[in-house]
């Protein structure tokens, strides 16, 4: 028999990512192989974001547009998961909608992948089963195939206790789970024993790590064991909430020659009556602070942020408050987003829903771009003459003559490409020599730290 194939689209965060890993690793394990292109898979899984309207929408039509596949070749699985099977909306959807769907599965129970496959295989019906929470024990050994090159992301924490009135992800990924750490740990030194050299610790809310166990450790504890594995150069985490930075941590990440000097700290908005209602737990005043503290101990600090516009009751006094902390803090960059009404968060059941008119949130959007992006394109130039350590991703994508990579702190810097060496996954040391507002260019000033060894083998799942 032919060997089966897969597809997973991945929408969403990174936490979506290292799930879709999980999936590739157990339908690998099973002796799925990737289908180049969705007329050759026999199943394909798209793993969706419920975090604003738009990324519901992008799934619903990918979903809509696979029927035309599913006629033609009946036998082929569609499969839906992620943040968007965890909420009961989506479901009555699809049943209405997309009965075309096969199986669809939640956040809690992928690690069951291979059994809900062969379920939904049996059956002529969508066979659904999504867990409202998570079981009682972290699912841990399960085989992930991760992507290439020497970057690698490693689960810290599962969920979000926080409660934000406008978030869906304490809904869709449940309550606070930390991974014990002697667990994190393997995984960390398996993988720089596989040749990852770069690691990113993942979690909603990664400052949260660890309260949860006992005995208690934090985020700072796991930061001083990452440091001491050998063979990883960087190591980078995602997302910490502004409220639970510790002067510790900051102490760590300042001595440590590993961490990133990147410090993402969503905002969300800049006036105290919106982070009230937001219940984002400090002021403004407070998130001053730590911005000023992380600035006189942490050298060449980078701060990039997420903002929202027009959540209710966003007036203009409040936007502009949100703009004269941009002005003061100037972060290095900013994901901007409008806000969008969350069935089943507080938010959306406040009266008027969303009464801030869709006119005035795409103007405040839009002043606050382009007031994000002169800042931006000033903290890039601030770096020409700078030398600079670049961990090279691969050839650019739209530019065959350059390679892309990466400092550090994550800004992009294109390289001018000599085709007789492959620089991909390797470290280098760049001068810079011009700014735009998204990216860097430069030249490469010497030899590469590294000797790349995760692609000279097909390595096993991990
Ligand atoms: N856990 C992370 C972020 C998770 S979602 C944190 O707390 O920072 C990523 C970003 O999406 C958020 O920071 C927020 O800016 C944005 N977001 C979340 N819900 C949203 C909504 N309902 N409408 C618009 N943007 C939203
Ligand atoms: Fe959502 Fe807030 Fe949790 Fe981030 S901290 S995931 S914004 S509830
Ligand atoms: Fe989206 Fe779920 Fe991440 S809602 S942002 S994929 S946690």
């Known amino acids: 028999m032919a060997v089966p194939q897969y597809l997973i689209h991945t929408l969403g965060c990174q936490m979506n990512e290292r799930d879709s890993e999980i999936m590739a690793g157990q339908l690998e394990t099973m002796g799925y192989?990737?289908?180049?292109?969705?007329?050759e898979a026999d199943l394909i899984i798209i793993n969706t974001c419920a975090v604003r309207a738009g990324a519901e929408d992008h799934a619903f039509g990918h979903v809509g547009r696979l029927k035309q596949l599913k006629d033609e070749r009946p036998a082929m699985t569609l499969a839906v998961a992620g943040c968007m099977?965890?909420?009961?909306?989506?479901?009555?959807?699809?049943?209405?909608?997309?009965?075309?769907?096969?199986?669809?599965?939640?956040?809690?129970?992928?690690?069951?992948?291979?059994?809900?496959?062969?379920?939904?295989?049996?059956?002529?019906?969508?066979?659904v089963e999504v867990w409202k929470s998570a079981g009682e024990t972290l699912a841990e050994h399960v085989p992930s195939r991760r992507k290439e090159g020497i970057r690698a992301q490693v689960n810290i924490i599962y969920g979000c206790d926080k409660f934000c009135t406008y978030c869906i992800v304490p809904f869709t990924r449940g309550r606070e789970r930390s991974r014990a750490l002697s667990d994190v740990m393997r995984e960390v030194r398996a993988l720089a024993d596989q040749g990852f050299e770069d690691i990113m610790f993942l979690g909603q809310?990664?400052?949260?790590?660890?309260?949860?166990?006992?005995?208690?450790?934090?985020?700072?504890?796991?930061m001083e064991a990452a440091e001491t594995v050998h063979g990883l150069r960087w190591i980078h985490y995602m997302t910490p909430h502004p409220r639970d930075f510790s002067d510790r941590l900051i102490e760590i990440i300042a001595s440590s020659e590993k961490?990133?000097?990147?410090?993402?700290?969503?905002?969300?908005?800049?006036?105290?009556?919106?982070?009230r209602r937001m219940n984002?737990?400090?002021?403004?005043?407070?998130y001053l602070e730590l911005i000023a503290k992380a600035r006189s101990k942490i050298a060449d600090v980078s701060f990039t942020t997420d903002i929202i516009v027009g959540f209710p009751g966003e007036t203009e006094e409040d936007f502009e408050q949100t703009l004269e902390?941009?002005?003061?803090?100037?972060?290095?960059?900013?994901?901007?987003?409008?806000?969008?009404?969350?069935?089943?968060?507080?938010a959306?059941?406040?009266?008027?829903?969303?009464?801030?008119?869709?006119?005035?949130?795409?103007?405040?959007?839009?002043?606050l771009m382009a007031l994000q992006y002169e800042i931006s394109l000033a903290a890039n130039q601030r770096l020409i003459g700078k030398d600079l350590l670049v961990l090279v991703d691969g050839v650019s994508k739209k530019n065959d003559d350059v390679w892309?990579?990466?400092?550090?702190?994550?800004k992009v810097v294109l390289l001018d490409r000599q085709k007789d060496i492959d620089l991909t996954d390797c470290f280098v040391p760049v001068r810079i020599e011009s700014a735009k507002t998204f990216y860097l260019t430069g030249s490469v000033k010497g030899k590469a730290l590294n000797q790349p060894k995760r692609r000279l083998e097909a390595l096993p799942l991990l």
Do not use: C
Request: proline share 6%.
């Open 259 to 275: 961490i990133s000097h990147q410090l993402h700290l969503p905002l969300q908005a800049g006036s105290n009556a919106i982070l």
């Open 404 to 410: 892309a990579g990466r400092t550090q702190t994550g």
């Open 33 to 39: 192989r990737r289908a180049g292109s969705e007329a």
């Open 325 to 346: 902390l941009v002005r003061m803090i100037r972060f290095d960059s900013a994901f901007t987003f409008v806000y969008s009404p969350r069935e089943g968060t507080p």
């Open 85 to 127: 099977a965890q909420e009961p909306g989506t479901i009555a959807w699809l049943k209405k909608h997309a009965p075309h769907v096969d199986l669809v599965f939640g956040t809690h129970n992928l690690h069951e992948l291979p059994r809900l496959l062969e379920e939904a295989e049996e059956r002529d019906e969508m066979l």
């Open 280 to 286: 984002r737990k400090y002021t403004r005043e407070q």
């Open 205 to 222: 809310n990664v400052n949260s790590y660890g309260h949860d166990l006992d005995p208690r450790v934090d985020l700072a504890d796991l």
């Open 348 to 367: 959306a059941r406040w009266e008027g829903r969303d009464p801030v008119a869709n006119p005035i949130k795409k103007d405040r959007l839009n002043r």
